[in-house]
């Protein structure tokens, strides 16, 4: 049974960077073949993809998001954390991190944090 749990600050001020860890039990971070993904919602907004880190430690990010955000793990403590900089009220969203299943014709998501809500507010 894989677990994942974000942790990090709930309130982040406008400008600064916003620093998430997901911890994950029940699996490794480097097992072939997952890789390792946040995933936010915004308040009435739908899921949106901001990056993952494979397995073999390769990065990958949303073209939107790509020069705010840098993914990074730490395989002793099998967690991996993202940083979003210069963050507005506009970064205001459950933020999730999730194991991402992948193949050469498709990919799921087969387990989800249980979302950590995160406020941009002066």
């Known amino acids: 049974q894989v677990q994942l749990q974000e942790s990090g600050p709930g309130l982040v001020k406008p400008s600064q960077t916003l620093s998430l860890t997901c911890t994950v039990s029940?699996?490794?971070?480097?097992?072939?073949?997952?890789?390792w993904s946040w995933i936010r919602q915004p308040p009435g907004k739908g899921l949106e993809w901001m990056g993952a880190i494979a397995y073999s430690g390769s990065t990958y990010y949303s073209p939107s998001l790509k020069s705010r955000t840098s993914i990074s793990r730490d395989t002793s403590k099998n967690q991996f954390t993202l940083q979003l900089s210069s963050v507005t009220p506009e970064d205001t969203a459950v933020y999730y991190c999730?194991?991402?299943?992948?193949?050469?014709?498709?990919?799921?998501?087969?387990?989800w944090g249980q979302g950590t809500q995160v406020t941009v507010s002066s």
């Open positions: 999730a194991r991402e299943a992948a193949n050469s014709d498709s990919y799921m998501y087969d387990y």
């Open positions: 029940g699996g490794s971070i480097t097992t072939n073949y997952y890789y």
